[in-house]
């Protein structure tokens, strides 16, 4: 097995739920999840550090998902009839949590500052201005 199937074994359902929660329709999400791993396999060796494989991948998957997006917001208009986006499924309940928690394992990974930026930035909502004055400012 090559080391991108097994980076694709390991990561497609992942990378799917996640294109999932995105988009929420799961044709879709099948589509952008052959594109990303599109994307992978032609920038693998852009890959640096193989145990942030996963994050690496949610980056492309995203960006795949906003081309998409933006290629859809400029060609059709969104119709009166789309289910509310802030309508939360059973199904998009669990994704969530099992996506919160692969988050938080790579937040864990994290080294520091970067951690430390991360979760001041999400969980202390604190712009990244305030940050470099903070980390800046001479020690007393």
């Not at 359902?13 to 990303?36: G, H, M, R, V």
Request: net charge neutral; charged share 25%; glycine share 2%.
């Amino acid at each position: 097995m090559s080391d991108f199937e097994k980076l694709f074994s390991e990561n497609q359902d992942f990378i799917y739920k996640y294109l999932l929660k995105l988009c929420k329709n799961s044709d879709l999400a099948q589509e952008l999840t052959q594109e990303t791993f599109f994307r992978a396999y032609i920038n693998i060796s852009r890959l640096k550090d193989e145990s942030k494989a996963s994050c690496w991948l949610c980056q492309i998957a995203k960006n795949t998902y906003f081309a998409y997006y933006n290629g859809q917001k400029k060609t059709a208009p969104l119709s009166e009839n789309e289910a509310d986006p802030f309508t939360v499924t059973p199904e998009e309940a669990f994704i969530n949590k099992e996506l919160t928690s692969q988050a938080m394992d790579c937040l864990h990974r994290l080294n520091e500052p970067y951690k430390e930026v991360f979760m001041l930035c999400v969980f202390g909502q604190i712009s990244l201005r305030v940050k470099s004055i903070i980390r800046t400012r001479p020690k007393a």
